[in-house]
Structures are given as structure tokens and as C-alpha cells.
């Protein structure tokens, strides 16, 4: 079983929809990573964060430490908001990656 | 400010040869952290350096290392290659081991023939 899963795997939604992607871990943490990566590769930090909530722009993320469980949601979506968004668990200097979630928004 | 810089951005490579990559982090950033992506197993952290020290590896084998450089680039090395070390390979930047705040290159895409 990986120590970090991520759910749904693959998402479709119309533009303007709310989006919720889940991810929970089986390992204590010092923190989590939302991280958004494009088709081209490319990876960009959103957020990271080790307790309550955060929020920049259209995208907030949660975490229940207790739960080991965290949720990165988009309001308004975008078809620009289209990429794989990975969560990675921060356990002493070492990050595990979940397997991604694919999001598509369709216009 | 210039982002973290990685070269080259596309590589092919035969089979039992050596490979170096280079990351260049966001000035003032001391901590390099690299990373292996491939379609199988996904994003995999290799290995960790702050001030030229590694500081963390992550499960792979010796062929992979890595050193950091006292202007902090680092390198990452890869010997004998295999043809399961086609991945994409990422370097991250933060100022701090640890703490978050990573800037991520745009990777070095590596193919083994």
C-alpha cells in the first residue's frame, strides 16, 4: 500500500465548478506538498502547509493532521487550472509523493 | 530572479553509460533536492544537499549520487545506466533543508537506449 494516496486519479469538470482532490497518508509528518505540475513537465510548490488551512487565489488547501488527510480545492476552475496536482507527505527530510491527480476543465 | 536552472533539458544515452546533470538554484537558495519521475512509480525523491553536505537519500541505488558545490549547484551523477533510468529528473531549490518553500526546475528529461 503506497503511504500516500491521492483520490480521484482522473477528474473531469465543466469551467466554473468547484474542485476537491483528497489526499491521505499513512506516515507521521512534519508537513504536506501540494505541487502542480503541466504537460510540459513543469512543477510549481502551491502550497505547504502542517496545520489548518491556506488559501492563495482560487486554490485552498486543508489538512486534518489527527485524520492524516488533506484536500486542495479550486473554486471557479479554469481550463488553465488543467495539470496533474501531486501531494507530497514531508516525514523527516524525506518527501513521499502521491501518484497524482489528473484534472481536466473542460470550457 | 532567475529560477532553478537545469541542464541540459534532453539527454539520450546508451546503455552502460555515465550521465551528469546540473542544477543551478535560485540565488541565495542552499538546499538542492533532486527527484526521479517516471510513468511507473511516479515522482521518487533521490537525494538532498545543503551546504555541500548530502543531508538526505531517498531508496536508490549507489549508481545514483550527487554533490553540491560551494556556489550551491549541484550535480547528479548517474553510472552504468540502465534503461529503467529513462525518467525525467527534477532538482528543487529552498533556502533551508526541509522547510517547504522549493522552486522546482523544469527537469532534465534523460532517455536510455
Known amino acids: 500500500k503506497n503511504e500516500v494516496e491521492q483520490s480521484p486519479q482522473n477528474l473531469t469538470a465543466q469551467e466554473g465548478e468547484f474542485i476537491t482532490i483528497n489526499c491521505s497518508y499513512s506516515v507521521g509528518i512534519s508537513a504536506l506538498h501540494w505541487l502542480q505540475q503541466h504537460p510540459g513537465g513543469g512543477i510549481v510548490s502551491l502550497f505547504m502547509l502542517s496545520s489548518g488551512k491556506k488559501k492563495h487565489g482560487r486554490l485552498i488547501a486543508t489538512i486534518n493532521i489527527q485524520e492524516k488527510h488533506s484536500s486542495l480545492h479550486i473554486t471557479a476552475s479554469h481550463p488553465r487550472d488543467s495539470a496533474v496536482y501531486i501531494c507530497?507527505?514531508?516525514?523527516?527530510?524525506?518527501?513521499?509523493f502521491g501518484a497524482g491527480t489528473r484534472l481536466t476543465v473542460k470550457p | 530572479k532567475a529560477g532553478v536552472t537545469q541542464t541540459p533539458r534532453y539527454l539520450i544515452k546508451t546503455r552502460g553509460q555515465q550521465v551528469t546533470l546540473s542544477c543551478s538554484p535560485i540565488s541565495g537558495h542552499r538546499s538542492v533536492s533532486w527527484y526521479q519521475q517516471t510513468p511507473g512509480q511516479g515522482l521518487q525523491f533521490l537525494f538532498e544537499y545543503f551546504s555541500e553536505t548530502q543531508r538526505n537519500k531517498g531508496n536508490f541505488p549507489g549508481r545514483f549520487s550527487g554533490r553540491q558545490f560551494s556556489n550551491s549547484r549541484s550535480e547528479m551523477n548517474v553510472s552504468t545506466l540502465e534503461l529503467g533510468d529513462s525518467a525525467l529528473y527534477l532538482c528543487?531549490?529552498?533556502?533551508?533543508?526541509?522547510?517547504?518553500?522549493?522552486?522546482f526546475g523544469s527537469g532534465t528529461r534523460l532517455t536510455v537506449v
Open positions: 528543487a531549490s529552498s533556502l533551508v533543508v526541509g522547510n517547504g518553500g522549493y522552486t
Open positions: 507530497a507527505a514531508i516525514q523527516d527530510n524525506d518527501m513521499r
